[in-house]
């Protein structure tokens, strides 16, 4: 996307803000054009006031008096300029934070896996900053030097259009250092964005997983990873800071070249008499006006490539493709009983990869408990994944009682569903909070009773503040029991018609085990289960076996049959089960 496809889909998002950046830029007009008073009245100053012989002090007290007048408007119009430009600055920014955050919600997980999370940290701090900057501070100055520098110049050709014609001499040669620079600017500030985004995923990385680093002594390991990225993005923005630097006085000395010839050839006009004095210090006021926006302007212009950038970035992310609509059939059927069927499914992740499931088939009745069963890597995950539509087959069709998945509204599918992890995920709020998260608008009594269907009721009365108990980032003020166990109350709560579990007690002491046995084995009555299974108490409970080899089913049938058969089940049995 280049600046000006940028520039026009700014525009367009600031469309609604219109009505406030129109007063914002008569406003900026006011506040550009007043410095320019100077200039004129200090012709009449030195005309009428102090080389005329009748000295009218009069009309000195008029000037001051005008002067303070308009100063006082040019400020309060730049104020206003400032304030209503760094509103609908800082709400379209606002908006696009909201839309930003909205788009990573609903990606899908196959592009979700793609991008690192310090990637998108980058994008809601960093890169949303330098639209704050731009928008907020440098939009709304730079507005208010090129109307005072156009104003500037309209004045130097109306005093004296041979000198002001030495301005023109220089222009280009500022135009190209002030292009050149800019474009510099451009480049240097992607290459230190994208330093601050791999900053950034180093750092989510490493406070994500602190107690694998301890564990595996890599302290030392992870302070120089930390270190060389820190260093890259350190250079990379030095490097952007060297340029916005000489940018400045660079520009500052080409524009004193001009003056200094300004100032020759204005002295030359008085001496020739071709100009009175009041006119040439009208002149060389003007120059002065003109030249601080001129300075300025170089500083803006860098400032808003730097924002440019920043919302190219955003703009990559906003243009990322959401999970796929629902069509105009799609329904919300009245009740799901929960009969699924995967018919001759296959599916890969991205483009070229190997496939992971092969022409996969399937039959689960509802109310039936399934446990997958295979070695790692076999499918099991990616089959459990591709019910709630996580990820969408390649080739074949899941039907849930008799209709395809993606006709039916993805809301009313997903609310249908269910999902306790191996590992459960808990939000930094209190244990009413996380288990409310499974249906928003239960009460309190709902709640209460999910958490002793979960048997957490057990330690939540037992702690000082009950449910309204913090538990931590990722729950981490809790034992791994006790997050399983809201997590399951979370489950509980949500009532769905298929769950979804992810063998919940594999890594957990009996005791917190027997708890969360006896709370499943109260969830699973009813509900279509697919579980997939780890341990051998896991799967005697289940109706079902579906043995998963190579991303197909290759055997089915109850435990005691399996085992019975003497293939592939019975051998992972007789590795894994038989002590």
């Not at 809601?124 to 109307?147: E, G, K, R, V």
Request: hydrophobic share 45%; charged share 20%.
């Amino acid at each position: 996307m280049n600046r000006g496809e940028i520039m026009r889909r700014l525009l367009r998002e600031a469309r609604p803000y219109y009505p406030r950046l129109l007063v914002s830029l008569f406003l900026g007009v006011l506040a550009g054009l007043g410095p320019l008073a100077y200039a004129p009245a200090f012709n009449l100053l030195i005309g009428r006031v102090i080389d005329s012989p009748h000295h009218d002090l009069h009309l000195l007290y008029l000037i001051a008096g005008a002067l303070f007048i308009v100063n006082l408007i040019s400020n309060a119009a730049s104020y206003g300029q400032s304030y209503l430009t760094a509103w609908s600055g800082q709400r379209l920014i606002a908006t696009l934070r909201v839309r930003l955050f909205e788009r990573v919600l609903r990606l899908p997980l196959g592009e979700f896996d793609r991008w690192r999370p310090g990637e998108f940290l980058a994008r809601f701090t960093n890169d949303l900053a330098l639209m704050t900057d731009a928008a907020s501070i440098s939009l709304p100055q730079m507005f208010q030097t090129i109307i005072t520098f156009l104003g500037s110049l309209a004045g130097l050709f109306y005093t004296d259009w041979l000198l002001t014609l030495f301005l023109f001499v220089v222009a280009p040669v500022v135009n190209y250092a002030v292009g050149t620079f800019t474009r510099l600017i451009s480049s240097g500030t992607k290459r230190a964005q994208e330093r601050i985004a791999d900053l950034s995923a180093n750092l989510s990385e490493v406070l994500g997983s602190e107690r694998i680093v301890k564990a595996f002594g890599r302290e030392d390991y992870e302070a120089r990873r930390f270190t060389e990225s820190n260093e890259n993005y350190f250079g990379a923005y030095m490097k952007v800071t060297q340029l916005g630097q000489t940018q400045t006085p660079v520009v500052a000395m080409i524009i004193t070249i001009a003056l200094l010839a300004i100032v020759i050839f204005s002295a030359r006009e008085i001496v020739v008499g071709r100009m009175d004095r009041g006119s040439v210090i009208q002149f060389w006021t003007l120059v002065v006006i003109a030249i601080n926006p001129m300075n300025r302007f170089a500083t803006y212009v860098g400032d808003l490539s730097k924002g440019l950038v920043g919302a190219a970035r955003v703009f990559e992310v906003l243009d990322l493709p959401i999970e796929r609509d629902d069509d105009t059939s799609a329904v919300t059927p009245a009740s799901i009983e929960g009969a699924l069927s995967f018919q001759d499914v296959t599916f890969s992740y991205g483009r070229g990869a190997l496939p992971v499931l092969h022409d996969l088939c399937a039959q689960i009745a509802a109310g039936e408990i399934v446990a997958l069963v295979g070695p790692s890597g076999a499918g099991k995950t990616t089959i459990v994944n591709l019910v709630p539509r996580f990820y969408e087959p390649q080739s074949g069709r899941i039907t849930l009682d008799g209709l395809a998945l993606e006709r039916f509204r993805l809301s009313a599918l997903r609310g249908a569903i269910a999902i306790v992890p191996q590992e459960a995920l808990l939000f930094s709020g209190t244990i009413a909070e996380n288990i409310r998260y499974g249906r928003l608008d239960a009460t309190a009594a709902e709640i209460e009773e999910a958490a002793r269907e979960a048997n957490a009721e057990e330690f939540i009365l037992d702690l000082p503040l009950g449910y309204r108990t913090p538990v931590g980032e990722r729950g981490m003020r809790l034992s791994g029991g006790e997050r399983q166990r809201i997590s399951i109350a979370r489950a509980v709560l949500r009532d769905p018609r298929i769950l979804i579990l992810d063998e919940a007690t594999s890594a957990l002491d009996s005791h917190s085990e027997r708890l969360i046995e006896a709370a499943l084995d109260r969830l699973l009555k009813g509900r279509t289960t697919l579980i997939i299974a780890h341990r051998l108490s896991t799967i005697r409970r289940a109706h079902k076996i579906l043995y998963i080899e190579a991303g197909r089913v290759v055997e089915v049938g109850t435990h005691d049959d399996l085992v019975a058969a003497g293939g592939h089940y019975a051998q992972l049995h007789a590795a894994q089960f038989a002590l």
